[in-house]
T-cell receptor
């Protein structure tokens, strides 16, 4: 299974600012994904990070608010823009390999917006 | 789109007993069904999965069954231990994207 790391692990930000979260995988992967998990809730897919093209966003999430980059097969970033307290959540990246569906998750980034 | 329901939302069992969590899905095109365990403050971890060409899969104390006709699948944990206490999520996928169920909080009482 892939080993996935995320930076930062947590942050406290002021409203109106932006935060970029980095996700690094230790091997080349086909797909990378970004999820949001509110406390005590399930995982909600924000977008699929496509290498070499624009990310594919799920309903309710837009590029202006959550711009995503994926410059290569092992790295992706998610930016949470113009933050408000409602953006306080855990943001997780995941990745799946070339040969299988299995998704493996990073440790998450706990974001608090004040 | 796909919709995944999961029951129960909370489950308490005595150590050594069995636990069963059930999920239903709506999209008949879904063909991959993973289960994740998430301990407090930790990342979700894949514990077992099943594909639509298989009816049952077992890994030590954990098993998953799939009924494609009825569109439901279940996680079975036998001989539960305190370290099995966590939130368990099922998911369904017809391609690369997963749709997760709402989760089941399992408590194993000593």
């Amino acid at each position: 299974s892939a080993v996935i790391s995320q930076k930062p692990s947590r942050d406290i930000c002021q409203r109106g600012t932006s935060l970029t979260i980095q996700c690094q995988v230790d091997s080349q992967v086909t797909m990378m994904f970004w999820y949001r998990q509110q406390p005590g809730q399930s995982l909600t897919l924000i977008a699929t990070a496509n290498q070499g093209s624009e990310a594919t966003y799920e309903s309710g999430f837009v590029i202006d608010k959550f711009p995503i980059s994926r410059p290569n097969l092992t790295f992706s970033t998610l930016t949470v823009s113009n933050m408000s307290p409602e953006d306080s959540s855990i943001y997780l990246c995941s990745a799946s390999s070339f040969t299988a569906n299995e998704q493996y998750f990073g440790p998450g980034t706990r974001l608090t917006v004040t | 789109g796909e919709n995944v329901e999961q029951h129960p939302s909370t489950l308490s069992v005595q150590e050594g007993d069995s636990a069963v969590i059930k999920c239903t899905y709506s999209d008949s095109a879904s063909n991959y069904f993973p289960w994740y365990k998430q301990e407090l403050g930790k990342r979700p971890q894949l514990i077992i999965d099943i594909r639509s060409n298989v009816g049952e899969k077992k890994d030590q104390r954990i098993a998953v069954t799939l009924n494609k006709t009825a569109k439901h699948f279940s996680l079975h944990i036998t001989e539960t231990q305190p370290e099995d206490s966590a939130v368990y999520f099922c998911a369904a996928s017809g391609g690369q994207n997963f749709v997760f169920g709402p989760g089941t909080r399992l408590s194993v009482l000593p």
